[in-house]
């Protein structure tokens, strides 16, 4: 049995060892934070393009940032709003423009479909909503070159039973589908 003073000796040993044992593991990150921010410095020098893309990006991640803590917007983090930013940016919009048009889901960037609707018509095209009933609509797009295409839309569409728009609003759900349609197969190029 250990004497009183062997207790607190061993105990202030541990506690010693312990401390040693953190301030390595300290020491051990700092300097893999160095060496990585060393390694940074040496790629930058060696490519100022680079260190610029780079600032960039940061300055973008911070915006994208502020976007999500502003709640304004249905991104889930930063970089989804970042996405969804540079995205907009190679369609032309401004980073609101893209945060209220664009939006994320299976792995691709997809557009809301009145923002659809607004990009079709800004680019000259017409819209038509023929033979509408609960049960379909025919979606047609014209415009004065002669360009004409339909889509034919049922409520029964695997697609639209699958979304939680079509329960709330099934007409503009319907709709909607098939000027994504009709954007997809031939007006791939006002979405690049």
């Known amino acids: 049995m250990e004497n009183p003073i062997q207790e607190v000796q ?25 060496i990585k921010v060393f390694e940074e410095n040496e790629m ?6 680079l260190a610029a893309q780079m600032a960039e990006m940061q300055f973008q991640l911070k915006v994208a940032n502020h976007f999500i803590t502003s709640k304004a917007f249905k991104a889930v983090n930063a970089e989804q709003a970042y996405v969804m930013i540079k995205a907009g940016a190679e369609m032309g919009m401004k980073p609101v423009e ?6 994320c889901v299976n792995g691709s960037v997809k557009m809301y479909g009145d923002k659809m609707v607004s990009r079709i018509t800004q ?6 909503y023929l033979n509408e009933t609960q049960k379909g ?20 569409d695997p697609i639209l ?10 007409k503009n759900k319907m709709r909607f589908h098939g000027v ?9 190029h006002l979405f690049n």
Do not use: C, W
């Not at 609509?137 to 049922?154: H, L, S, W």
């Not at 994504?180 to 791939?188: C, D, E, N, Q, T």
């Open 44 to 49: 930058y020098k060696a490519s100022p393009e």
């Open 10 to 34: 061993s105990t202030e040993l541990i506690q010693v060892r312990e401390q040693l044992l953190k301030t390595q593991n300290e020491n051990a990150d700092l300097k893999m934070r160095a």
């Open 98 to 103: 893209a945060m209220q048009a664009l939006y």
């Open 137 to 156: 609509v025919t979606v047609k797009v014209t415009n004065k070159d002669g360009f004409e295409a339909q889509e034919i839309v049922t409520a029964d």
């Open 180 to 188: 994504r349609m009709i954007a997809s197969f031939h007006l791939p």
């Open 123 to 128: 680019a000259g095209y017409k819209l038509e």
């Open 161 to 170: 039973q699958k979304s939680n728009a079509y329960k709330f609003a099934p």
